[in-house]
């Protein structure tokens, strides 16, 4: 099993930015792909950005060049956020792969708003 946990949500206004963190903990041994997800309300989850065995990224295009993935060790991942928008409001939720399981966090709230 592996847990989740995120911080570093919050309010900010448009243009501003954010860091999202989430460690990871339990059994971290072999997670081979981590990153977010977000969903905002009366949409569907949808992906922000993952790190696929501790190299390369996938970015949604909505994010790119604004949103930077990263990962720190084994059991911590972040998320760069900068020139936010109002339409990035949402949770953002951890996610992490292990063996083909998927894991979630219960996320944290982002709100961009003048």
């Known amino acids: 099993q592996v847990q989740l946990v995120e911080s570093g949500g919050g309010s900010v206004q448009p243009g501003g930015s954010l860091r999202l963190s989430c460690v990871a903990s339990?059994?971290?041994?072999?997670?081979?792909?981590m990153g977010w997800y977000r969903q905002a309300p009366g949409k569907e989850r949808e992906l922000v950005a993952i790190?696929?065995?501790?190299?390369?990224t996938v970015y949604a295009d909505s994010v790119k060049g604004r949103f930077t993935v990263s990962r720190e060790n084994k059991n911590t991942v972040y998320l760069h956020m900068n020139s936010l928008k109002p339409e990035d409001t949402a949770v953002y939720l951890c996610?992490?792969?292990?063996?083909?399981?998927?894991?979630w966090g219960k996320g944290t709230l982002v709100t961009v708003s003048s």
């Open positions: 996610y992490a792969n292990r063996f083909g399981a998927s894991y």
């Open positions: 339990g059994d971290i041994s072999a997670i081979n792909r």
């Open positions: 790190i696929i065995s501790s190299s390369s």
